[in-house]
């Protein structure tokens, strides 16, 4: 029995020689655009480690709520996909991994209805920034490395 060849129902997209070649397949646009991204990527988390750096040093590397000096971490109030509040210091606070996370009587993600409550009587002026934030819609403030290298030596007392 003779096979036969089937046509494709897609053409095969034919390989570039070398990098250098004019962009038929869009080769150098997709590299720029890849490394573009990873820029992005990189700068994002660069800040995102200094907001938490910013955010825990501003506490004295002690938790707020236990007083604990071990494995302090920083919690957003107002979740990291905000944009506009992303990297503000008054939207963290630092907090220790029981408080933060793993302890089922108080966390801030686990028990969010006690954590606002504790918020509330704690840290009325932090509990007023918090409810002015929830109205903020996404993207109408968005800081970027320059604000936060600056808040960074202001925290630490060194002139910009």
């Known amino acids: 029995m003779k096979r036969t060849k089937l046509p494709r ?10 990098d250098d070649e004019p962009m038929k397949h869009g080769n150098r646009i997709a590299r720029q655009s ?7 990527r990189k700068k994002v988390h660069r800040n995102d480690k200094l907001w938490s750096v910013m955010v825990r040093t501003r506490d004295n590397y002690t938790c707020r ?14 979740r990291r996909e905000f944009w506009a509040t992303r990297w503000q210091l008054m939207n963290g ?10 302890s089922n009587d108080f966390s801030a993600h ?8 504790w918020v509330r009587d704690s840290s009325p002026e932090l509990f007023a920034y918090w409810t002015n934030i929830r109205g903020i819609p996404d993207g109408t403030v968005r ?4 604000y936060v290298d600056k808040e960074y030596r202001r925290l630490i007392g060194e002139k910009p």
Do not use: N, V
Request: some cysteine.
């Open 93 to 102: 606070m630092a907090l220790c991994a029981r408080c933060h996370e793993f």
């Open 34 to 40: 890849r490394k573009r991204k990873l820029d992005y």
């Open 143 to 146: 800081h970027d490395e320059e």
């Open 110 to 117: 686990g028990t969010p209805d006690k954590f606002e409550a």
């Open 65 to 78: 709520h236990c007083g604990s000096t071990e494995w302090i971490q920083a919690h957003h109030l107002r």
């Open 9 to 18: 129902k897609t053409p095969m997209a034919r390989k570039p020689k070398d």
